[in-house]
């Protein structure tokens, strides 16, 4: 299978130009002016972006959560991840009670085998760390291709300190990369009672139960663990001003923790809570919101390079039933988490470059470049000649008002509802397969159930 791409605009992280990509057989094989090569399918980009497809690495794919579980499935999810520009997704694996590493991971892959629409790799969470497991952590990052691990500092299966100290000397030995969800649990737990005793339940109170200040110490803590042990860690959807303070004081040490943070940090504020009705809950995730001051100091740490990656932390719950809890009034009890992965890339570009935040550049590099670095993926993450053909022909003036109702998310809202966005992506390639095209006044899924592939990834950091 042959594809020529003429005269788009190719963008990659260090700089843009405009150029012919030619594909064979799943790889960019050539790039270069006014190449003269015969293509089964020949695409004009004139006026058009070229993009390599975004890389979701955080996403919550089926996960069973708070007595529920996310709605998106392998189909559904990487469905409408095709139709949002996202041609790989890098979803959590949470290892349960007496399970494997390998387990856990042959559990995954047969949640995804014959949906999944577009390429995945898992990320094992470690939630039952025994001694054995903690020993799997060499085969996970040289032979099962997944060399990155979460954990969480809060919620019922979290971790001690002292198993992730045990954990990040590991992953040190082989090059691995330890994900951490950085709350402190102490401080939510207090703040939970004290709410619980003075009966406020409302959604609000999720973000006031949640102070920015249980993340600032999270980070710092765990970024001391770093810089005992000498090790990396990435802070996952890191959504505070003083939680960044914390991230940029151990970079500037020359301590490796890194960072990622979610449109949702960057663009909404804890307002939201305050919707009518029962609407606050809509935005119940953890982290919760936080302040337009906390949304600058997120845009300005991408781009000081302090945040490396902009990922989803996509967790869809149906308002109606699920998050509004059939009436239920307590934010304890309302399950954590929001859609998000089909709105990533035109939140991004419209957002951050139409508006001036970031560079078109700086915008693959967050969404592709750093994130196929920093996770393994040796194939994906730019137009080189080389790596897998996943390219988004990007429409930078097409607009489009969001509406739940014109996105493939198996979930009853969106965070971005009414909001018009100026670019599209226009064709998505997987592969060199097409998955997804515009078409009228939306983006339609013209893929294949059960094409995406597993992606074995490398790691990146032997020292
Ligand atoms: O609220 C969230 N973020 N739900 C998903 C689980 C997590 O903590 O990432
Ligand atoms: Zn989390
Ligand atoms: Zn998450």
Redesign the pocket.
């Known amino acids: 299978m042959s594809l020529l791409i003429q005269n788009g605009l190719v963008v990659t992280s260090t700089g843009s130009y405009t150029a012919d990509v030619y594909v064979e057989d799943g790889k960019i094989k050539t790039i270069g002016a006014n190449l003269d090569i015969a293509a089964q399918t020949i695409v004009d980009a004139k006026g058009k972006y070229v993009l390599p497809g975004a890389i979701d690495p ?1 996403t ?1 794919l089926a ?1 069973p ?1 708070m007595g529920t579980s ?1 709605q998106d499935d392998y189909e559904t999810g990487t469905i409408a991840a095709a139709c949002g520009g996202v041609t790989c997704v890098v979803d ?1 694996d949470l290892q349960q009670k007496g399970e494997s590493i390998l387990q856990a991971l042959e559990r995954k892959k047969s949640w995804a085998k014959d949906k999944v629409v577009v390429d995945y790799s898992l990320h094992p969470a470690i939630m039952d760390p025994r001694p054995e497991v903690i020993e799997e952590i060499k085969d996970a990052i040289q032979k099962y291709g997944t060399p990155s691990f979460k954990i ?1 500092m ?2 019922d299966f979290r971790v001690d300190d002292a198993t992730m100290i045990r954990l990040l000397k590991e992953t040190k030995k082989y090059g691995g990369l330890v994900q951490v ?1 950085a709350e402190n649990v102490h401080i939510i737990d207090h703040l939970n009672e004290e709410f619980e005793k003075a009966g406020k339940l409302a959604p609000y109170y999720h973000a006031k139960s949640r102070p920015n200040i249980a993340e600032e110490e999270a980070v710092s803590r765990a970024a001391k663990m770093v810089e005992m042990t000498g090790s990396r860690i990435y802070i ?2 890191l959504s505070s001003k003083e939680g960044l303070d914390r991230v940029k004081e151990a970079r500037n040490k020359g301590v490796n923790v890194f960072a990622e943070t979610c449109p949702q940090y960057l663009l909404l504020d804890e307002e939201r809570y305050k919707e009518s009705g029962f609407n606050g809950a809509k935005y ?4 919760p919101l936080r302040t337009k001051e906390s949304n600058k100091a997120l845009w300005e740490g991408i781009n000081q390079g302090h945040v490396q990656v902009v990922a989803t ?1 996509h ?1 869809p719950f149906d308002i109606k039933g699920k998050k509004d809890m059939n009436g239920t009034d307590d934010y304890k009890k309302i399950p ?3 859609p998000g992965i089909e709105t990533l890339l035109i939140l991004m570009h419209s957002e951050g470059v139409v508006k001036g935040r970031i560079s078109l550049e700086k915008m693959v590099d967050v969404l592709s470049t750093a994130t196929a670095k920093m996770f393994g993926l040796a194939d994906k993450g730019d137009i080189q000649v080389g790596k897998d053909a996943d390219i988004v022909i990007f429409d930078p003036k097409q607009k489009f008002t969001i509406t739940q109702e014109k996105l493939h998310m198996n979930v009853d809202y969106t965070p971005y509802e009414g909001m018009q966005v100026t670019g599209m992506p226009v064709q998505v390639f997987s592969r060199g397969k097409k998955v997804s095209e515009w078409k009228d006044d939306h983006v339609e899924f013209v893929g294949q159930k059960g094409y995406g592939r597993f992606v074995k990834r490398i790691p990146l950091n032997k020292k």
């Open positions: 955080h919550h996960m959560f996310a959590f969480f809060v919620y969800h996952v959807h119940v995730m953890s982290p932390d967790c954590n988490g929001a």
